[in-house]
């Protein structure tokens, strides 16, 4: 994967935290911003995204088995004011998007003891993303584990936090080093510090690392220096080229969100599977890794607003009462986590295939479900033999919107075993990008956009009641450029974000540059004859002249001749501002709306009465 435009973990801001990280080698591009926690998606009236929806048979005494689903919409959230002052403190035009997250897990944890906390909420949970920073989470549960989450929506007896492990791809750490090490020896010391099911705490690596450079059988070709940029850049590779991803385990999850716990690797190999040999990595070269970020929420708490808002049955429905089921059906569960607003691709399903299994079962058995938004779920059954295990194979496939006509794509087709699909954008056969509109963005203009590459274009809008847009691209068009314009919906001038690289994309107020904190330099030239000895600026920000309290005033000197004055655009389409000269002790009209992107120039012969001009 080309690294250009991926989050720069090198040159995180501030120095050493997790918070906003540059586009590597791409200063003209917006940087991305980590959250800060986590909270449940809003619909588009503001009621939270859980549902606790219970399926029960027709006849108790025959199958399926009853369940529940307790499920939520998640989105994580961010500080962009914080993060603005951060970059704008070193890029005075910088823009912010939300990082992307590629995976995750969640687990709840009650926060006292809890005799009959269900199994299944305290086990982590795959997270499946949209391609951007919307994530969906189920649990299914027995009748009794939902009977015991109804209660805590009710009764509000028990505090319970939610833990989410997920990861960011991005640029590795990157140092002027090169390290020589034998892969198994590397192996066989990280395989040592694994616990029963072969996880290693990752801080433990890194601690390693810090205080012995060569602990794990790594040697440099010089002076380590900063060990902490060292050790990063070791772990970074070690996450790519060997180990993934895996959950922490349940004892060393902590109740508090907050508190801070390792996350975890696992060996893609044992030692003994490893080549032995002689290695070189590179430090210096960009890589492509991921790193992981620990949000914590409460999610019930929001969860119990919408109850009070809407009521219990906007989050826990009737039951679905479904019909029996003969010995060697299989109900396959699917949900895909895709944005609403998908006109371009009209239908996205998965289709399901298990061969035959003679003598038992001579014939293949086939099925077919589409996922329809807002919910985009469904379930599928397979018809085995009650002797054979569940095996089948699923493929998805798109329906999309061409100049010539509709057209289907389908995906290759991939084993499984599993009673539950947890699909995201990623796993269906084009590249899907997701636009995304922030409410307060959308609030003030309306948003288009078009997606072109060498042999075809798409476009699309985002109005008030879309928050966001699906747009669909072969997988075989080459290097797409995304250009996106927000339209004021009252006056102003329209903004234009591109071309950029195509990928999906959050809008809000902090990706335009002229949005948020500005420092504008005010320069008082005191040379030319008749100038007076001390000038006073009045500056306001544009749209803000009536409001109380809202000016500043700056005073220069010939001694002091420079100043700087900040002040924030509360929208993008007026980011300006405006100043007056006091000229003999009265003001002057305010000058028309300044440009928050150049240094402000007066002249003292203005408040001297000698008619220069600023």
């Given at each position: ?10 040159s995180?801001?501030?120095d ?5 990280l540059p586009a590597?080698?791409?200063p003209?591009?917006?940087a991305?911003?980590?959250?800060s926690s986590l909270?449940?998606?809003?619909d ?16 108790p005494?025959l ?5 529940a ?6 989105k994580p ?5 914080h993060?603005l002052?951060v ?9 912010l998007e939300p990082v992307?997250?590629?995976s995750?897990?969640?687990?709840m944890?009650?926060?006292a003891e809890?005799a ?6 305290a ?9 951007l920073?919307g994530?969906?989470?189920?649990a299914r549960l ?16 028990l505090?319970?936090?939610?833990r989410a492990?997920?990861?960011v ?7 002027a ?5 034998d ?6 010391a990280?395989?040592?510090?694994a616990d ?10 890194l ?5 012995d450079p060569?602990s794990?059988?790594?040697v440099?070709?010089g002076d380590p220096?900063?060990r ?16 993934a991803?895996v959950?922490?385990p349940a ?10 716990a390792?996350t ?7 030692a003994a599977?490893t080549?032995?040999?002689q ?5 210096a070269e ?10 914590g929420?409460n999610?019930l708490d929001a969860?119990?607003?919408a109850i ?7 989050i ?7 019909p ?13 986590n895709?944005p609403?607003?998908r006109a ?5 399903g ?6 035959a299994?003679p003598?038992?079962?001579?014939q293949?058995?086939v099925a077919?479900?589409?996922?329809n938004?807002p ?7 397979l018809r085995?033999?009650?002797a054979?295990?569940l095996?089948y ?7 999309i919107?061409?100049t010539s ?10 084993d ?7 699909l995201s954008v ?6 899907l990008?997701v ?10 203009a ?5 997606c072109r590459?060498s042999t ?8 008030p ?5 699906a747009?669909?691209?072969?997988r ?7 250009e996106?314009?927000?339209r ?9 974000l591109?071309?950029l690289?195509?990928?999906?994309i959050?809008?809000?107020l ?5 949005y948020?904190?500005?420092?504008i330099e005010v320069?008082?030239?005191f040379?030319?004859?008749?100038a007076a000895e001390i ?8 749209g803000r002249?009536?409001e109380?309290?809202a000016?500043?005033t700056?005073a220069?000197?010939?001694n ?9 655009a ?17 003001s ?9 992107f150049a240094?402000l120039q007066v002249?003292?012969r ?9």
């Amino acid at each position: 994967m080309n690294p250009i435009g991926a989050p720069d973990f090198s040159s995180a801001m501030p120095d050493g935290a997790f918070l906003v990280l540059p586009a590597f080698q791409r200063p003209d591009a917006p940087a991305y911003m980590a959250p800060s926690s986590l909270d449940l998606a809003r619909d588009s009236n503001g009621i939270p995204q859980v549902c606790l929806r219970v399926t029960r048979p027709v006849n108790p005494m025959l199958p399926p088995e009853p369940f529940a689903i307790f499920e939520l919409r998640l989105k994580p959230v961010y500080d962009f004011a914080h993060g603005l002052e951060v970059l704008r403190s070193r890029v005075p035009q910088g823009r912010l998007e939300p990082v992307a997250f590629h995976s995750g897990y969640l687990r709840m944890t009650p926060q006292a003891e809890a005799a009959g906390f269900p199994g299944a909420l305290a086990s982590p949970v795959p997270l499946a993303w949209n391609g951007l920073d919307g994530a969906r989470y189920d649990a299914r549960l027995t009748l009794e584990g939902a009977a015991f989450v109804q209660s805590l929506l009710t009764e509000r007896s028990l505090p319970v936090s939610a833990r989410a492990e997920m990861e960011v791809l991005g640029v590795a750490q990157r140092v002027a080093l090169r390290v020589r090490f034998d892969p198994s020896v590397l192996a066989k010391a990280l395989a040592a510090h694994a616990d029963a099911e072969g996880r290693i705490p990752r801080e433990r690596i890194l601690g390693m690392l810090e205080i012995d450079p060569t602990s794990l059988g790594l040697v440099p070709d010089g002076d380590p220096g900063e060990r902490r940029q060292y050790a990063l850049a070791i772990l970074d590779r070690i996450r790519s080229r060997m180990a993934a991803f895996v959950p922490a385990p349940a004892e060393q999850t902590p109740a508090d969100p907050q508190a801070v716990a390792s996350t975890y690797l696992a060996l893609r190999q044992s030692a003994a599977e490893t080549a032995s040999g002689q290695s070189i990595w590179d430090l210096a070269e960009p890589e492509m890794t991921f790193r992981p970020l620990v949000l914590g929420m409460n999610p019930l708490d929001a969860a119990r607003q919408a109850i009070a808002t809407a009521g219990l049955q906007a989050i826990v429905p009737p039951p679905v009462i479904v019909p029996p089921i003969a010995s060697g059906v299989h109900a396959i569960r699917i949900t895909a986590n895709l944005p609403e607003n998908r006109a371009m691709v009209p239908v996205a399903g998965v289709s399901l295939h298990a061969p035959a299994a003679p003598p038992a079962r001579p014939q293949a058995q086939v099925a077919s479900a589409e996922l329809n938004p807002p919910d985009d779920a469904a379930t599928v059954l397979l018809r085995l033999s009650p002797a054979e295990p569940l095996r089948y194979r699923y493929r998805t496939f798109v329906m999309i919107e061409e100049t010539s006509g509709p057209r289907r794509i389908d995906g290759d087709e991939i084993d499984s075993s599993d009673e539950r699909l947890r699909l995201s954008v990623d796993d269906f056969p084009i590249r899907l990008l997701v636009i995304e509109a922030e409410r307060d963005l959308l609030e003030l203009a309306e948003i288009a956009g078009s997606c072109r590459w060498s042999t075809g274009e798409v476009r699309f809008t985002i109005g008030p009641s879309d928050r966001d847009a699906a747009v669909p691209l072969p997988r075989e068009a080459a290097e797409p450029l995304l250009e996106i314009q927000a339209r004021p919906r009252e006056a102003g001038i329209p903004l234009t974000l591109g071309p950029l690289p195509a990928r999906s994309i959050r809008l809000g107020l902090p990706s335009f540059p002229e949005y948020g904190p500005h420092a504008i330099e005010v320069v008082c030239g005191f040379d030319a004859p008749g100038a007076a000895e001390i000038v006073a600026i009045d500056l306001v920000p544009e749209g803000r002249e009536a409001e109380a309290g809202a000016a500043g005033t700056v005073a220069l000197t010939r001694n002091q001749s420079r100043k700087e004055w900040r002040y924030i655009a509360t929208s993008p389409f007026r980011p300006g501002y405006r100043f007056r000269v006091r000229s003999e002790g009265e003001s002057l009209p305010w000058s028309d709306p300044q440009s928050p992107f150049a240094p402000l120039q007066v002249d003292a012969r203005v408040a001297a009465g000698g008619g220069g001009k600023g």
